[in-house]
């Protein structure tokens, strides 16, 4: 069973950073490729960032090329978010997930684990 934890979301005024955390579980993390996903309010779950599980590779929702970051730390077993220039409609719960080998980087199904989510709100 692999588990995924995020944290280092909170609260922070627009034009701010945060760096959101992912630690896995599992001795093959650098096998598999990591997601980023956010949802909020009322809204579908969208995707946001990726990475290969080298780390050679890296893709983004087009809105949010050149604000966030993807990076990840295959010996801790972390996957890391880099969101600068924050602005308050990126307000959502922020979810990492791991990437079964098929399927498109872009779209959930193709992600089988998933984290419990870590909120971050972006004030005006």
């Known amino acids: 069973q692999v588990q995924l934890v995020e944290s280092g979301g909170g609260l922070v005024q627009a034009g701010g950073s945060l760096r959101l955390s992912c630690a896995a579980s599992?001795?093959?993390?650098?096998?598999?490729?990591m997601g980023w996903f956010r949802q909020a309010p009322g809204k579908e779950r969208e995707f946001v960032a990726a990475?290969?599980?080298?780390?050679?590779?890296?893709y983004y929702a087009d809105s949010l090329k050149g604000r966030f970051t993807i990076s990840r730390g295959n010996a801790k077993n972390t996957v890391y978010l880099q969101m600068n220039s924050l602005k308050p409609e990126d307000t959502a719960v922020y979810y990492c997930?791991?990437?079964?080998?098929?399927?498109?980087?872009?779209?959930?199904?193709?992600?089988?684990?998933w984290g419990q989510g870590t909120q971050v709100t972006v004030s005006s």
């Open positions: 599992g001795r093959t993390f650098s096998n598999y490729p």
């Open positions: 997930a791991r990437k079964q080998t098929s399927g498109s980087y872009f779209q959930t199904p193709a992600y089988d684990y």
């Open positions: 990475i290969s599980g080298s780390g050679g590779s890296t």
